[in-house]
């Protein structure tokens, strides 16, 4: 599939589920574990399997009053065919054409904006590299130009990513 109808495909679909993932209940979502500064959590959304790995930040920088939670989420819908999809709860609203970078290192990746969530244009990639990172850093500006840098520890990432990847029945590889 070209990544124009992919990016489509996702925006339709991801932000309700990537919604819906993390305010699953612990009494509709299976528990698969605490690795450091990461969870795995494994859910059926009627009768599709939901696995993915959550973190919050060790940090947040920026000028603002107020902001909702943030988090990030690797997330598998084997029914859906998407494998490994990053996206982050941003606690606030984008700009329509907000630039959002996620870096680990010197490396940096490019995150495009719906609402109040981003998704990675290159997932695989910057699964990979997370698997490597110590921590990842992504900078975005809100919808009323407040510029924001979360900070994510990536320890325990991979433990949490392949219990997720496991609880799915998907490869742990990206």
Not at 29 to 57: I, M, N
Not at 86 to 93: D, N, Q, R
């Amino acid at each position: 599939m070209e990544i124009t109808k992919q990016i489509r495909l996702m925006t339709a679909l991801l932000p309700a589920l990537v919604l819906a993932q993390f305010a699953a209940t612990a009494a509709s979502a299976d528990f698969l574990g605490k690795f450091q500064d990461w969870e795995a959590h494994a859910r059926t959304d009627g009768s599709a399997k939901v696995c993915y790995a959550a973190s919050v930040p060790s940090k947040s920088e920026g000028k603002y009053t107020r902001r909702g939670d943030v988090f990030l989420l690797v997330s598998h819908r084997p029914g859906d065919k998407m494998f490994g999809f990053v996206s982050l709860e941003a606690g606030y609203t984008y700009g329509k054409d907000s630039k959002i970078a996620a870096k680990i290192g010197s490396a940096s990746f490019p995150m495009f904006p719906d609402g109040g969530l981003a998704f990675a244009y290159d997932d695989a990639t910057l699964v990979k590299a997370m698997i490597r990172g110590q921590d990842l850093v992504i900078e975005g500006e809100s919808s009323r130009g407040t510029k924001t840098i979360d900070t994510f520890s990536l320890s325990g990432f991979t433990a949490a990513y392949k219990a997720a990847s496991k609880a799915c029945g998907v490869s742990g590889e990206p």
